[in-house]
């Protein structure tokens, strides 16, 4: 019994030192993707009206295109030549893979916005800018237009493991502009990357030390970097 408390006693706590991650970077929506997007309209889902924002429904029935989305631009992509009078937004749903969301160690959303939208992953609002609080319905506009050029706007995704799933993913976006037809232009061009820690933990102390003896166990936690 001795010989066991003394092999036990040596891994009940396990101080990791801390590290810089090994992070490798990769595309999960790049700048090439293909979206399914809903003229604003009217609202995307209806009577559930965060429907659309999850994974599971059903957009077969909006267009599909590449970005960057936007009018009075000189870009090349999908330009919305009708919005400027007839509509604020537009709803957009990409569907990406996700091999492991317990290993992300990282997840960002670039994101180019003339001139507000709100961004969900799976139907938790993960960034918010430049437009109102709360539940935005078809005919909002965004607050006062920026100075241009705007900014991309970068978003660290706080803890993704708790966001992600293993498998099939959805981020789903409300563009806005800031008028119905006061607004000259309008744009929204996003992307997704995400990076993998690949760093072990690094044992720097055990406790009790190594060759120790307990006189009883009563738990075996699970070590925590």
């Known amino acids: ?11 009940l706590s396990v101080l990791c030192a801390p590290v810089v991650p090994l992070l490798q970077a990769t595309d999960l ?7 399914r997007y809903l003229e604003g309209r009217t609202e995307a889902s209806t009577p559930d009206a965060a429907a659309w924002t999850r994974g599971g429904f ?5 267009k599909s295109a590449a970005g960057p989305f936007y009018y009075g631009k000189p870009f090349t992509g999908t330009e919305l030549a009708d919005m400027r009078g007839n509509y604020t937004g537009i709803y957009l749903r990409k569907t990406f893979s996700v091999a492991d969301a317990n290993v992300v160690g990282s997840l960002t959303l670039h994101v180019l916005s003339d001139d507000g939208f709100v961004a969900w992953i799976n139907g938790k609002e993960v960034a918010r ?26 978003v660290d995704v706080a803890e993704p493991w708790k966001v992600l799933v293993s498998g099939e993913n959805v981020i789903a976006i409300q ?3 800031s008028s119905l ?8 061009f996003a992307t997704v ?17 190594a060759g120790s003896t307990v ?6 936690g699970r070590a925590h970097v």
């Open 181 to 188: 037809s006061d607004s000259s232009d309008f744009a929204l």
């Open 29 to 35: 929506v790049g700048p090439a993707a293909t979206w």
């Open 1 to 11: 019994m001795k010989s066991v408390s003394r092999l036990l006693g040596a891994f």
């Open 215 to 220: 006189d009883e166990l009563l738990e075996i």
């Open 129 to 154: 800018f430049n437009v109102p609080e709360g539940v935005l319905a078809h005919t909002a506009t965004a607050l006062p237009a920026l100075d241009e050029p705007v900014p991309t706007q970068d």
């Open 58 to 62: 059903n957009d077969q029935g909006w």
């Open 175 to 177: 563009a806005l502009n």
């Open 193 to 209: 990357t995400a990076a993998e820690d690949t760093t072990a933990p690094r044992v720097v102390d055990l406790s009790p030390p």
